[in-house]
């Protein structure tokens, strides 16, 4: 099973990367195959209809949403909704490279909770024939939820992540008819 995990962040040691790289670790340990795709590394330009050769680096975004059984879509909370570097993102693909797949929706806020986010994400994804996985991850106070090894500091925090990942791993196990170990 191939898992491709988007941290939706333009911004290098963000909190959502930091949440995505975790969650990238728990679907390893299950037997997943991952790939990450860091939006502060590998930057996309603003998509445009008008450009008839896709850029590189769409291309690979592109080539690995097409590998992907599944996705986890990562974003900070950016004024009630997701980041703009996220929904560039998103607006290169289409239904082909998402449809049937399970998707787990992740957030990183400022505040409590990112609960606006994962609404718009969970909408983006319905529109591009994704399958929402019933749990999504919300964490709050972003700046202060890691630890220096990349763990959330909170044993309820972890609790709902690995909940949420177990979750997201049975959906796509029982969509993609692959049991989790197979590539
Ligand atoms: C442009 C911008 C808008 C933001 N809007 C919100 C917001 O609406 N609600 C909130 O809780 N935090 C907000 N924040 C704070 C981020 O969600 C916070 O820094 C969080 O840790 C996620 O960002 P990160 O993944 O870059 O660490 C905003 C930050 C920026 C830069």
Known sequence: MNILLIAG???????????????????????????????????????????????????????????????????????????GALKNALDYLQPAHVTGKAVLSVSSAGGPVGISSLQHLQTIIRNLHGINCAEWISIGYGSNAFGADGSPVDAGTRQRIHGAVNHFMELAEKLSGKAVSAS
Do not use: M
């Open 9 to 83: 962040s333009s911004r290098s040691a963000a909190t959502s990367t930091i949440l995505t790289r975790y969650i990238g670790q728990k679907l390893q340990e299950q037997g997943a195959a991952i790939e990450v795709i860091d939006l502060a590394e590998l930057t996309l330009p603003i998509f445009t209809l008008d450009q008839p050769d896709l850029h590189p680096n769409a291309r690979k975004l592109a080539e690995a949403a097409v590998k992907a059984d599944g996705l986890v879509l990562a974003t900070p909370e950016y004024h009630g909704s997701i980041s």
